[in-house]
T-cell receptor, first 113, second 113 residues
Framework: NAGVTQTPKFQVLKTGQSMTLQCAQD?????MYWYRQDPGMGLRLIYY???????DKGEVPNGYNVSRLNKREFSLRLESAAPSQTSVYFC????????????FGPGTRLTVT | TQLLEQSPQFLSIQEGENLTVYCNSS?????LQWYRQEPGEGPVLLVT?????EVKKLKRLTFQFGDARKDSSLHITAAQPGDTGLYLC?????????????FGTGTLLAVQP
Protein backbone atom coordinates (compact mmCIF):
# COMPACT_ATOMS: atom_id res chain seq x y z
CA ASN A 1 0.00 0.00 0.00
CA ALA A 2 1.18 3.53 -0.78
CA GLY A 3 -0.35 5.10 2.36
CA VAL A 4 -0.62 8.86 1.90
CA THR A 5 0.68 10.33 -1.35
CA GLN A 6 1.19 14.00 -2.18
CA THR A 7 1.92 15.80 -5.42
CA PRO A 8 3.97 17.71 -6.35
CA LYS A 9 7.06 17.18 -4.17
CA PHE A 10 8.49 20.63 -4.95
CA GLN A 11 6.96 23.78 -6.42
CA VAL A 12 8.10 27.34 -7.05
CA LEU A 13 5.43 30.00 -7.64
CA LYS A 14 5.49 33.70 -8.29
CA THR A 15 3.42 35.97 -6.09
CA GLY A 16 -0.19 35.97 -7.27
CA GLN A 17 -0.08 32.62 -9.03
CA SER A 18 -2.45 29.84 -8.04
CA MET A 19 -1.94 26.14 -7.57
CA THR A 20 -3.53 23.03 -6.09
CA LEU A 21 -1.74 20.52 -3.88
CA GLN A 22 -3.07 17.01 -4.25
CA CYS A 23 -3.35 14.37 -1.53
CA ALA A 24 -4.67 10.82 -1.66
CA GLN A 25 -4.81 7.98 0.87
CA ASP A 26 -5.51 4.31 0.32
CA UNK A 27 -6.12 3.29 3.96
CA UNK A 28 -9.89 3.89 3.92
CA UNK A 29 -9.50 6.63 6.54
CA UNK A 30 -12.44 8.93 7.22
CA UNK A 31 -10.51 12.00 8.32
CA MET A 32 -7.94 13.99 6.37
CA TYR A 33 -5.84 17.05 7.26
CA TRP A 34 -3.62 19.71 5.75
CA TYR A 35 -0.75 21.19 7.77
CA ARG A 36 2.04 23.62 7.12
CA GLN A 37 5.42 23.35 8.81
CA ASP A 38 7.66 26.37 9.30
CA PRO A 39 10.95 26.55 11.22
CA GLY A 40 10.32 26.94 14.94
CA MET A 41 6.54 26.74 14.50
CA GLY A 42 5.90 23.02 14.47
CA LEU A 43 2.94 21.76 12.44
CA ARG A 44 -0.02 24.08 12.15
CA LEU A 45 -3.41 22.87 10.98
CA ILE A 46 -4.77 24.66 7.90
CA TYR A 47 -7.98 22.74 7.20
CA TYR A 48 -9.35 19.35 8.02
CA UNK A 49 -12.14 17.06 6.89
CA UNK A 50 -13.59 14.82 9.59
CA UNK A 51 -15.49 12.81 7.01
CA UNK A 52 -16.38 12.85 3.34
CA UNK A 53 -18.50 15.89 2.57
CA UNK A 54 -17.34 18.02 5.50
CA UNK A 55 -14.48 20.48 5.88
CA ASP A 56 -13.50 22.77 8.76
CA LYS A 57 -10.98 25.53 9.31
CA GLY A 58 -7.93 24.90 11.39
CA GLU A 59 -5.53 27.33 13.01
CA VAL A 60 -4.26 29.10 9.85
CA PRO A 61 -6.90 28.89 7.06
CA ASN A 62 -6.52 32.36 5.51
CA GLY A 63 -5.40 32.27 1.87
CA TYR A 64 -6.32 28.60 1.38
CA ASN A 65 -9.29 26.59 0.23
CA VAL A 66 -9.87 22.84 0.33
CA SER A 67 -11.95 20.24 -1.44
CA ARG A 68 -12.75 16.76 -0.14
CA LEU A 69 -13.24 15.23 -3.56
CA ASN A 70 -14.15 11.78 -2.25
CA LYS A 71 -13.12 9.57 0.67
CA ARG A 72 -9.61 9.12 -0.76
CA GLU A 73 -8.70 12.61 -1.94
CA PHE A 74 -8.32 15.98 -0.21
CA SER A 75 -6.86 18.91 -2.14
CA LEU A 76 -5.50 22.26 -0.95
CA ARG A 77 -5.70 25.32 -3.20
CA LEU A 78 -3.78 28.56 -3.03
CA GLU A 79 -5.76 31.08 -5.07
CA SER A 80 -3.21 33.90 -5.03
CA ALA A 81 0.10 32.81 -3.58
CA ALA A 82 2.02 35.12 -1.24
CA PRO A 83 5.62 34.87 0.03
CA SER A 84 4.21 34.18 3.53
CA GLN A 85 2.89 30.89 2.16
CA THR A 86 6.40 29.60 1.54
CA SER A 87 6.45 26.47 3.65
CA VAL A 88 6.41 22.69 3.67
CA TYR A 89 2.89 21.32 3.38
CA PHE A 90 1.85 17.95 4.78
CA CYS A 91 -1.30 15.97 4.24
CA UNK A 92 -2.38 13.40 6.81
CA UNK A 93 -5.22 10.96 7.37
CA UNK A 94 -6.64 9.05 10.33
CA UNK A 95 -9.25 6.54 11.35
CA UNK A 96 -12.25 7.88 13.22
CA UNK A 97 -12.12 7.70 17.00
CA UNK A 98 -10.51 9.37 19.96
CA UNK A 99 -6.97 8.11 19.33
CA UNK A 100 -6.62 10.43 16.29
CA UNK A 101 -3.48 8.65 15.14
CA UNK A 102 -2.37 10.31 11.94
CA UNK A 103 -0.44 9.04 8.95
CA PHE A 104 1.47 11.64 7.00
CA GLY A 105 2.47 12.03 3.39
CA PRO A 106 6.02 12.97 2.34
CA GLY A 107 5.24 16.68 2.03
CA THR A 108 5.32 19.40 -0.64
CA ARG A 109 8.03 22.05 -0.39
CA LEU A 110 6.56 25.30 -1.76
CA THR A 111 8.49 28.47 -2.41
CA VAL A 112 6.70 31.69 -3.37
CA THR A 113 8.93 34.41 -4.81
CA THR B 1 -6.02 28.80 21.44
CA GLN B 2 -4.61 25.51 22.67
CA LEU B 3 -0.83 25.46 22.99
CA LEU B 4 1.63 22.64 23.49
CA GLU B 5 5.07 23.70 24.67
CA GLN B 6 7.98 21.38 24.13
CA SER B 7 11.34 21.57 25.85
CA PRO B 8 14.11 21.65 25.11
CA GLN B 9 13.97 22.96 21.55
CA PHE B 10 17.42 21.58 20.71
CA LEU B 11 19.46 18.80 22.25
CA SER B 12 22.90 17.60 21.20
CA ILE B 13 24.25 14.64 23.14
CA GLN B 14 26.83 11.87 22.88
CA GLU B 15 25.94 8.32 22.05
CA GLY B 16 25.06 6.38 25.20
CA GLU B 17 23.63 9.32 27.15
CA ASN B 18 20.07 9.50 28.47
CA LEU B 19 17.66 12.34 27.74
CA THR B 20 14.13 13.51 28.49
CA VAL B 21 11.88 15.69 26.34
CA TYR B 22 8.88 17.43 27.89
CA CYS B 23 5.53 18.44 26.44
CA ASN B 24 3.29 20.73 28.51
CA SER B 25 -0.10 22.37 28.09
CA SER B 26 -2.90 23.96 30.09
CA UNK B 27 -5.44 22.03 28.00
CA UNK B 28 -6.76 18.53 28.66
CA UNK B 29 -6.34 16.12 25.76
CA UNK B 30 -8.20 12.95 24.84
CA UNK B 31 -4.93 11.42 23.65
CA LEU B 32 -1.27 12.35 23.41
CA GLN B 33 1.00 11.19 20.64
CA TRP B 34 4.69 11.35 19.88
CA TYR B 35 6.01 11.47 16.34
CA ARG B 36 9.53 11.43 14.91
CA GLN B 37 10.40 13.25 11.72
CA GLU B 38 13.53 12.89 9.63
CA PRO B 39 14.73 15.51 7.12
CA GLY B 40 12.65 15.63 3.93
CA GLU B 41 10.00 13.25 5.25
CA GLY B 42 6.66 13.41 7.02
CA PRO B 43 6.26 12.69 10.73
CA VAL B 44 5.94 9.04 11.73
CA LEU B 45 3.87 8.00 14.73
CA LEU B 46 5.85 6.45 17.61
CA VAL B 47 3.20 5.99 20.30
CA THR B 48 -0.25 7.02 21.51
CA UNK B 49 -1.20 7.32 25.18
CA UNK B 50 -4.81 7.87 26.22
CA UNK B 51 -5.09 7.27 29.97
CA UNK B 52 -3.86 9.70 32.62
CA UNK B 53 -0.70 8.29 34.23
CA GLU B 54 -0.15 5.81 31.41
CA VAL B 55 3.41 4.69 30.72
CA LYS B 56 4.43 2.97 27.48
CA LYS B 57 7.82 1.56 26.55
CA LEU B 58 9.13 1.10 23.04
CA LYS B 59 12.58 -0.51 23.32
CA ARG B 60 14.77 2.30 24.71
CA LEU B 61 12.00 4.92 24.59
CA THR B 62 9.64 5.47 27.54
CA PHE B 63 6.56 7.65 27.15
CA GLN B 64 4.43 8.95 30.01
CA PHE B 65 1.08 10.77 30.00
CA GLY B 66 0.46 13.07 32.94
CA ASP B 67 -2.23 12.19 35.47
CA ALA B 68 -4.35 15.18 34.42
CA ARG B 69 -3.80 14.44 30.68
CA LYS B 70 -2.22 17.86 30.14
CA ASP B 71 1.44 16.91 29.78
CA SER B 72 3.75 14.15 28.64
CA SER B 73 7.39 13.15 28.60
CA LEU B 74 9.63 11.08 26.34
CA HIS B 75 12.71 9.49 27.88
CA ILE B 76 15.40 7.87 25.75
CA THR B 77 17.91 5.56 27.41
CA ALA B 78 21.38 5.07 25.93
CA ALA B 79 20.75 7.24 22.88
CA GLN B 80 22.11 6.10 19.53
CA PRO B 81 22.87 8.08 16.34
CA GLY B 82 19.79 6.47 14.76
CA ASP B 83 17.64 8.36 17.31
CA THR B 84 18.59 11.65 15.65
CA GLY B 85 15.57 13.56 14.36
CA LEU B 86 12.77 15.99 15.20
CA TYR B 87 10.46 14.74 17.96
CA LEU B 88 6.94 16.17 17.98
CA CYS B 89 4.27 15.73 20.62
CA UNK B 90 0.62 16.17 19.65
CA UNK B 91 -2.47 16.48 21.81
CA UNK B 92 -5.74 15.05 20.56
CA UNK B 93 -8.98 17.02 20.78
CA UNK B 94 -11.92 14.72 20.16
CA UNK B 95 -15.56 15.28 20.72
CA UNK B 96 -18.64 16.50 18.89
CA UNK B 97 -17.58 18.09 15.65
CA UNK B 98 -13.95 18.40 16.76
CA UNK B 99 -11.46 15.82 15.62
CA UNK B 100 -7.94 17.20 15.42
CA UNK B 101 -4.42 17.28 16.84
CA UNK B 102 -2.52 20.22 18.28
CA PHE B 103 1.23 19.86 17.68
CA GLY B 104 4.07 21.05 19.83
CA THR B 105 6.91 23.05 18.31
CA GLY B 106 9.27 20.09 18.34
CA THR B 107 12.59 19.03 19.84
CA LEU B 108 15.52 18.61 17.46
CA LEU B 109 17.76 15.83 18.75
CA ALA B 110 21.27 15.18 17.49
CA VAL B 111 23.12 12.14 18.83
CA GLN B 112 26.84 12.27 18.11
CA PRO B 113 28.73 8.98 17.69
Amino acid sequence: NAGVTQTPKFQVLKTGQSMTLQCAQDMNHNSMYWYRQDPGMGLRLIYYSASEGTTDKGEVPNGYNVSRLNKREFSLRLESAAPSQTSVYFCASSFPGARLEQYFGPGTRLTVT
Amino acid sequence: TQLLEQSPQFLSIQEGENLTVYCNSSSVFSSLQWYRQEPGEGPVLLVTVVTGGEVKKLKRLTFQFGDARKDSSLHITAAQPGDTGLYLCAGGLYGGATNKLIFGTGTLLAVQP
